[in-house]
């Protein structure tokens, strides 16, 4: 079956230091992949999103590109600020139809002043 | 768009006890879906819906949770009896075919 892995957290750092959150995946076929974003007490909101190989994902300054030949879905900000502290969820939609996602653990990150 | 709405925002119960969680998805939404979220698990799928059917309901974890959605604009989630084990946020989230999923803020429910 289709399964995620993110890096674990919590993350913490500095404003203005550079971002990688580590998303791999296992799925058969040609997945699309998001990454959703969720601040305290609030749902998820979807932040970028890749639906094929080598497609890069981007907004808010955070990039993700789909590697296939790794499986992965890195996420990626070049200078973090204290608004961005949040948990990031990795997630990927099967190919075959089913149209529900699976999410990787999720991974907290902290940026301090 | 008021995006989709989840009713109650929090919900305290005892053991036993009977719980609906409602959802309203965006207008003109085919697909509907229940998640759950809790510290162990994370986040899984419960069911999803598409034009009012249920297409997948694999993840309900037994047969005290059931799901309903009448019409294209109203969507319930149900527990009975209710049990600790139950507790947990639950989102509901929307989508059309080929988009992307929009999440409601979710029910926190809290057995006790």
């Known amino acids: 079956g289709n399964s995620v892995t993110q890096m674990e957290g919590p993350v913490t750092l500095s404003e203005e230091a550079f971002l990688t959150i580590n998303c791999t995946y296992t799925?058969?076929?040609?997945?699309?992949l998001f990454w959703y974003v969720q601040y305290p007490g609030e749902g998820l909101q979807l932040l970028l999103k890749?639906?094929?190989?080598?497609d890069k994902g981007s907004n808010k300054g955070f990039e993700a590109t789909y590697r296939k030949e790794t499986t992965s879905f890195h996420l990626e900000k070049g200078s973090v600020q204290v608004s961005d502290s949040a948990v990031y969820f990795c997630?990927?939609?099967?190919?075959?139809?089913?149209?529900?996602?699976?999410f990787g653990s999720g991974t907290r990150l902290q940026v301090q002043p | 768009d008021a995006g989709v709405i989840q009713s109650p925002r929090h919900e305290v119960t005892e053991m036993g006890q009977e719980v609906t969680l409602r959802c309203k998805p965006i207008?003109?939404?085919?697909?509907l879906f229940w998640y759950r979220q809790t510290m162990m698990r994370g986040l899984e799928l419960l069911i999803y819906?598409?034009?009012?059917?249920?297409?997948?309901d694999s993840g309900m974890p037994e047969d005290r949770f059931s799901a309903k959605m009448p019409n294209a604009s109203f969507s319930t989630l149900k527990i009975q009896p209710s049990e600790p084990r139950d507790s947990a946020v639950y989102f509901c989230?929307?989508?059309?075919?080929?988009?992307?999923?929009?999440f409601g803020p979710g029910t926190r429910l809290t057995v006790t």
């Open positions: 989230a929307s989508s059309l075919f080929s988009g992307e999923q929009y």
């Open positions: 799925a058969t076929g040609y997945p699309s």
């Open positions: 890749a639906t094929k190989a080598d």
């Open positions: 997630a990927l939609s099967g190919d075959t139809g089913r149209r529900a996602l699976t």
């Open positions: 207008s003109g939404h085919d697909y």
């Open positions: 819906f598409n034009n009012n059917v249920p297409i997948d």
